[in-house]
């Protein structure tokens, strides 16, 4: 079994934040987006604790950018997800796909 | 903590006075600042920006996050109440991995002051703020609290049998 299909859910929306942030994405933005698609609170903590993972896999990269003052001269560490990152995240939602058995079903084989 | 003295003992002359004014976050932020305008290619413009950076904090024309080490006293009305909670900040800065402590804690203060305070107010910002450092620190550190309270259970269990 690859990597691509230990992917977790968690893990699959962060890739996809990163997906449609492009290579804009740093910390807040990606929190604000996965926020947005999980439809509840998420912190900042596990956003890096999550994207930590993914760069050792190899589907993510990161590089330190410019600080600015709206944070306190602090730099952001601006992440990108890889072409590996989107085959993973491809060959997960293929699985999950094949694997998905329509509610009505169950319900008639019930 | 003594590259941050290192980084403030390179003020240039006649500028020291400035950071008299500034609380020891205030001087945290502005060695933060010193590093980022130092790090430039060209020295002379960096001594340039750095001269500039200073004389802009003495007249209170800088950001006010960079300002939010100002005594309180010493800041505009406009800007009290949107203070990034210090001790959650120490707290981050004590208890984080290097490798993530300064862009997660920039992070959380960019959001604060641009995003949750401006909608909701500083009361939920504070809330929020804290909530996150609570958050971060178990999601970052969990394998590490983890140990923390095996070696806890440990030694309860040792002091119960012997």
Redo the contacts between chains.
Sequence with gaps: MGKEERLQQFERVVLQALLQLGGDA???TI??EVARRNQR?V????I??TL?RLQQCGLVTSH?A????????????CFRIQASGVRALHAANAATKATWIPVAMVGAQA | MTHERAMLNSVPSGHEHILDRLSVSGRQRVALILRQLAASDEPERARQSIECFLLELEAGLTTPQVTMGVRRSDEPASRRGIRVPEFGEKLLHLLLPKETREYLIGDLEEEMHTIIHPKFGPRFAKSWYWTQVVLSILSLRARFLGLGVLALLALAVRSLLF
């Design positions: 740093y910390g807040m929190r604000r609170m912190s900042i903590g596990s890096y604790a930590a330190p410019a600080a600015s003052p709206e944070r306190g001269g602090r730099r952001r560490r």
